[in-house]
C-alpha cells in the first residue's frame, strides 16, 4: 500500500510521467487488481498512442485472464508501432498460435528469428508451432537449437518430447518428459504429456498416476481430465472415469 502512495503521489506531482503510471498498473497486477492496472494502461495510452509498453502490458494482463483476441488486437497495434519489436513477435505469435492460426504464428516466430537466431523463447515457440503443422524435422531442429542456448528448458524438453512421441521415438521422448519433470517439479503440461505416452505403450499405472499429478498442478487442465478418463475406462475403473466427466 505504501508503494501505491508514492506512485499516486508521483503521479500527481508528474500528471504526465508515462513511466509512473506504468509502475502504478505493474503493482496493481501484482496485488490482483487486474481491471484497475487496465484502466491506468488505457490511460497510458490516450497521453501517448505511440508509447510500446502499455499494449504489451494489456496484452499480458488479457493472456492471463484468457482473452486472446483482445491480446491479440492490443499485440498487432503494438507492431504497428515497432514492427521489429522481436518481443512481440514472439508473443503475438504464441497468442495466435493459441487461437489456432498455426500458420501466422508460424511467420511472425520465424520473423523473430531472422532478427535473433539465438532468442530462446522464439526458438522454443517456433517448434512448437512446426510440430502443430506437421513439420516433425524442422522443429525438432529449432529445438534442439533452443537446448544448446538452455540445457536446462523445461519448455524445451516438452516440446522436443512431443515432436519425438509424434516421430514414433518414444524412449527418447520419455527421456524429454522426465527431465522437463525432474527441473520443474510442477510442470503440468510434462506429466501429462508423459502420462499419455505411458498409457500408449500400455503402462496404465503409472501413466494414470503421471495424469493425477498433471490434474493435481492444474485442476483446470481439461485435456488432462480427458486423459485420466480414458485410462481409468481401460483400467475398467468406470465409476472412478464416470466422476471426472460429471
Known amino acids: 500500500d505504501k508503494a501505491i502512495l508514492l506512485f499516486d503521489e508521483s503521479i500527481k506531482k508528474f500528471p504526465n510521467s508515462l513511466e509512473a503510471y506504468i509502475n502504478l498498473a505493474n503493482v496493481m497486477v501484482i496485488k490482483g487488481k487486474s481491471d484497475i492496472a487496465k484502466k491506468i494502461l488505457n490511460k497510458v495510452i490516450e497521453l501517448n498512442p505511440k508509447y510500446l509498453k502499455p499494449y504489451s502490458n494489456l496484452a499480458g494482463i488479457l ?3 484468457g482473452n486472446l483476441k483482445k491480446a491479440e488486437f492490443f499485440l498487432r497495434k503494438s507492431l504497428e508501432i515497432s514492427p521489429k519489436d522481436i518481443n512481440t513477435l514472439v508473443n503475438l505469435g504464441c497468442v495466435l498460435k493459441d487461437l489456432g492460426n498455426s500458420e501466422q504464428a508460424e511467420k511472425l516466430l520465424r520473423d523473430a528469428i531472422e532478427i535473433n537466431p539465438k532468442f530462446h523463447s522464439a526458438l522454443v515457440n517456433l517448434g512448437s508451432v512446426l510440430n502443430e503443422l506437421g513439420k516433425l524435422n524442422e522443429g525438432e531442429e529449432f529445438l534442439k537449437n533452443a537446448l544448446i542456448i538452455n540445457p536446462n528448458s523445461p519448455m524445451a524438453l516438452n516440446n522436443l518430447g512431443n515432436i519425438l512421441s509424434n516421430k514414433n521415438k518414444d524412449k527418447e521422448a520419455e527421456i524429454c518428459y522426465r527431465k522437463a519433470i525432474e527441473l ?12 499419455s505416452l505411458l498409457s500408449k505403450r500400455g503402462n496404465l499405472i503409472e501413466a494414470e498416476k503421471f495424469i493425477e499429478k498433471a490434474i493435481n498442478y492444474n485442476p483446470k487442465f481439461e485435456l488432462a481430465y480427458v486423459n485420466l ?11 472412478e472415469a464416470e466422476k471426472l466427466f460429471l
Open 184 to 195: 520443474k517439479s510442477d510442470f503440468f503440461l510434462a506429466y501429462d504429456n508423459l502420462g
Open 63 to 65: 493472456v492471463r485472464e
Open 229 to 239: 478418463g480414458s485410462i481409468k475406462i481401460d483400467l475398467d475403473k468406470l465409476a
